[in-house]
């Protein structure tokens, strides 16, 4: 039975991870592990309308990477070095012929994922500011599924600390080592 420390001690272990060693490359079979996981996600009216689309191969890698936009703090960073790109992507669409509404089923399944890639020692970014048109033609996704989200992965070639948040400040920084430090408010902030 996991207890409520070692759920604790992985949700601190799963974050964003922006850069990769491309050495190591992601099994299509582990992307299929970890998305097997979001069908025990809870889902608003069991629709479970969520779909994925595994990306793998460097051809199609290399098509989509232009499309997506990192760390929008770091003005001065376009993103991963091709030396340090993430080696698999999954882009979460929702079926539209079961709606245009998914509640917040994208993002429980979204952690599900992060949180289960982390036990395997894989890190990744849940990446919003992406082009969904660009996106679905390099992918030739069909119509019918609209991209939400693309989870980048791989394993991680940086460092990653929570921080204590100064003045409110929420911005994520790199540190002197060029570790990427991440403020969480303290839970005396989160209760009103
Ligand atoms: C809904 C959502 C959208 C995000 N979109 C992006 C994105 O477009 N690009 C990016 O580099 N990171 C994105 N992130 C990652 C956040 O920047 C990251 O979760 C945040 O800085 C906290 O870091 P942590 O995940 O390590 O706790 C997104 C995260 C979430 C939950």
Redesign the pocket.
């Known amino acids: 039975m996991t207890t409520f420390d070692d759920l604790k001690a992985l949700l601190l272990t799963?974050?964003?991870?922006?850069r990769f060693d491309t050495t190591k490359p992601i099994p299509r079979d582990t992307l299929l592990r970890l998305v097997e996981l979001t069908r025990y996600c809870a889902s608003g009216r069991n629709a479970q309308p969520l779909r994925y689309r595994l990306v793998t191969g460097e051809a199609e890698r290399e098509r989509i990477f232009p499309t997506?936009?990192?760390?929008?703090?770091y003005q001065d960073w376009d993103?991963p070095s091709p030396a340090e790109r993430p080696t698999a992507y999954l882009v979460q669409c929702l079926d539209t012929e079961l709606g245009n509404n998914c509640l917040c089923d994208d993002?429980l399944q979204?952690q599900a994922i992060?949180l289960g890639a982390t036990t395997l020692g894989l890190g990744g970014?849940?990446?919003?500011?992406?082009n969904a048109p660009a996106l679905a033609k390099a992918l030739e996704i069909p119509e019918r599924y609209a991209p939400r989200?693309?989870l980048a992965l791989g394993v991680p070639a940086e460092k990653?600390h929570?921080v204590e948040m100064k003045d409110g400040d929420f911005k994520?920084f790199r540190n002197a080592n060029d570790d990427?430090c991440?403020p969480?408010r303290p839970l005396s902030e989160l209760i009103i």
């Open positions: 799963d974050r964003s991870v922006r997506l936009a990192w760390a929008g703090y993103g993002g979204l992060t970014c849940i990446i919003k500011a992406f989200y693309v990653v929570i994520y990427q991440v969480k």
